[in-house]
């Protein structure tokens, strides 16, 4: 019996234009259209991006990711995810997994993935890449993100501050995703360091409602969404385009 096969397609950060031509393709091409599901009966971000480009005879299945730090729960919600999943691959169906960003880079899809490869080896699993946050946010500020033999760090998530204080030791560049909860102690940091001058901050980059924050000095708090990335050039010679 021919199994459908798995797509996972990196959507980018908002701009449904942003989505690579293959993606597209197979995203269209799939019979079956997975995603994240939102929470509080809102859309989840991938889908509010595909959505222009979902076909009406296109069966769509939502998929709980919780956002949990519970192992066994998050195993729970993997393995009923992975179950619905199968019920389309067993019949044969292609299914294209929509995840915002790209899709290697800190994918909720990894984890259906692997669980999926662990009780069904047999189904073949393709990634077709996308724009990650930090690429995106540079290019709305006109930046280069990296400048010739730069190095960068990137920091998913912030939970103590010696990791920011370990990442600055060593990087030109360093980019910190989901800043927003602990946005005040990496100011007390960047001011320490003298820092702030060299830093940015982009919320919802490529959306409409996106929001560019320079002049970090002036800017101890701030109220910030989900999606803001913070991106720190310790060298200044990276500030030669876009001042």
């Not at 995810?81 to 880079?105: H, M, P, R, T």
């Not at 662990?118 to 699993?125: A, C, F, G, Y």
């Not at 990791?163 to 910190?176: F, H, K, N, R």
Request: proline share 6%; charged share 20%; with cysteine.
């Amino acid at each position: 019996m021919q199994f459908g096969t798995l797509y996972g397609i990196g959507v980018g950060t908002g701009d449904p234009e942003l989505i690579t031509l293959k993606g597209w393709k197979r995203l269209q091409n799939s019979p079956v259209v997975a995603f994240p599901a939102g929470r509080d009966n809102q859309l989840g971000f991938a889908e509010t991006i595909i959505a222009p480009w979902l076909q009406p005879s296109q069966t769509k299945l939502p998929l709980e990711f919780p956002y949990l730090q519970d192992s066994d729960r998050l195993q729970e919600a993997w393995d009923r995810a992975s179950d619905k999943v199968w019920n389309y691959l067993s019949q044969g169906q292609d299914i294209a997994f929509a995840c915002e960003g790209d899709i290697g880079f800190y994918s909720t899809f990894n984890y259906l993935a692997q669980t999926l490869q662990r009780d069904h080896p047999e189904v073949e699993i393709i990634l077709i890449p996308g724009i990650s946050s930090p690429m995106a946010a540079a290019s709305v500020r006109g930046k280069p993100l990296t400048w010739r033999d730069q190095r960068l760090t990137i920091l998913p998530a912030l939970y103590h501050m010696e990791g920011l204080e370990s990442a600055l030791d060593i990087s030109d560049v360093t980019v910190l995703m989901k800043v927003s909860s602990v946005y005040p102690q990496v100011w007390n940091v960047l001011k320490r360091r003298n820092l702030l001058e060299h830093s940015y901050i982009v919320e919802r980059a490529t959306l409409p409602e996106q929001t560019i924050y320079t002049n970090l000095g002036d800017r101890p708090e701030l109220s910030l969404s989900y999606f803001s990335v913070l991106i720190i050039h310790s060298n200044s010679s990276s500030t030669a385009i876009g001042n």
